[in-house]
């Protein structure tokens, strides 16, 4: 069978070995009930415990802030529902962007319908704070906003964070490369995702600071859900073992995307990246390749092996086009248009990174690209 290129690790980072190994010695010697009061409920127990464990030392971070959820929208979920009790009244309005996760953005919505707020959306252009966007961070109530965007890979410097009231911060994208201790304050909750760090999918991260914590305890409905996905957090807390090794495996995958970046341009010299030039955390790669519908080249991508996306996973199948370079990009639809997202990893070889570049090639000589395409709605 012919190999399969994998270039679509934003949406989910494939399991190490070590992960899968551990997850099948956890199902055969502490398979119970973690809330189970006998001998076996006692090894599932433990089993989770020092999951959270390894979590909290990969995040820099008390175990006592970590908690396990389903996933990192649960996550976002509940950390802005702790964030607006602290914030009862609408003193300020909900300060967000269109570039965000569309998890989060529909969250924000949701959130601002149900405690009478008004939202404020950032313009970002190019995927990066404008000063009148950073004004309007001051005065919020609660900042919504994604360290790294998911599909530009641009990074929110952690200085230009600043605000007044709580922020949630999506670091979904942030924790397998950089490290969050900066965000560890008494205003704000992040969610991470164990999916892009090389758990599994179904488990997700809320940090919690300490004080919204213990006030969260006092109330009926608890932080943590009742049955955690414990199995899936022990295969997480394995995947957070490396925690030193982040800053070497971001240089390798920087390494990988540039060479990809400059085949890229060989190919294709008028390729458009997405994303402003030096906001770029590196491993995700957003390019724009005019006179080619994004979503069309994936496709044709997939059916010769090499695996991207257009735009994040969970709307694949029903976006037409990038919302978030549409966003980034408002006087440039064709940009949105031709949106195609490459996402590596440090095991990404130079060999996939040529393959994938030798079929781009072979599907652009097969059908030059029409430039004199209209953009599509």
């Known amino acids: 069978m012919d190999e399969i290129i994998y270039l679509d690790c934003a949406s989910l980072l494939p399991p190490r070995e070590r992960v899968l190994a551990t997850v099948a010695r956890s199902s055969r010697e502490a398979w119970g009930n973690p809330h189970a009061l006998h001998p076996v409920g006692h090894r599932a127990s433990e089993a989770l415990e020092r999951a959270r464990i390894q979590v909290a030392e990969y995040l820099d971070a008390p175990a006592s802030e970590v908690i396990f959820v389903s996933s990192g929208r649960d996550a976002m979920l509940r ?127 809320l940090r919690v600071p300490a004080q919204l914590y213990y006030g969260a305890r006092d109330t009926n409905e608890p932080l943590e859900p009742e049955s955690p996905p414990w199995m899936a957090a022990v295969a997480l807390g394995e995947a957070c073992a490396d925690r030193e090794g982040r800053e070497t495996r971001l240089a390798i995958a920087r390494q990988r995307s540039e060479r990809l970046l400059a085949g890229m341009r060989q190919l294709a010299p008028d390729v458009l990246l997405n994303g402003a030039e030096g906001s770029r955390l590196g491993p995700i790669v957003n390019a724009s390749f005019p006179g080619t519908i994004g979503k069309n080249l994936a496709a044709q991508l997939a059916f010769h092996r090499v695996c991207i996306a257009h735009t994040a996973a969970c709307r694949s199948r029903v976006e037409a086009q990038s919302p978030v370079v549409r966003a980034a990009y408002p006087m440039d639809p064709t940009r949105a248009q031709a949106a195609t997202r490459w996402s590596l990893y440090e095991a990404t070889t130079e060999h996939e990174v040529d393959r994938a570049l030798e079929v781009l090639g072979s599907l652009f000589a097969r059908a030059p690209r029409d430039h004199s395409a209209p953009a599509q709605r």
Do not use: C
């Open 79 to 205: 950390g802005i529902a702790l964030a607006l009790q602290q914030v009862p009244s609408p003193v300020g309005p909900i300060v967000s962007s269109r570039l965000e996760h569309p998890s989060t953005v529909r969250l924000v919505e949701s959130a601002a319908e149900k405690s009478n707020r008004e939202i404020v959306w950032l313009e970002m252009p190019e995927g990066v704070l404008s000063e009148t966007d950073r004004a309007r961070l001051e005065d919020a109530s609660l900042v919504v906003l994604s360290l790294v965007n998911h599909e530009m890979g641009t990074v929110v410097p952690f200085e230009h964070l600043a605000t007044k009231g709580m922020r949630v911060i999506d670091a979904v994208q942030a924790a397998p490369w950089l490290s969050l201790a900066r965000l560890h304050d008494e205003q704000t909750p992040y969610a991470v995702s164990a999916a892009k760090i090389g758990g599994p999918m179904g488990v997700g991260v």
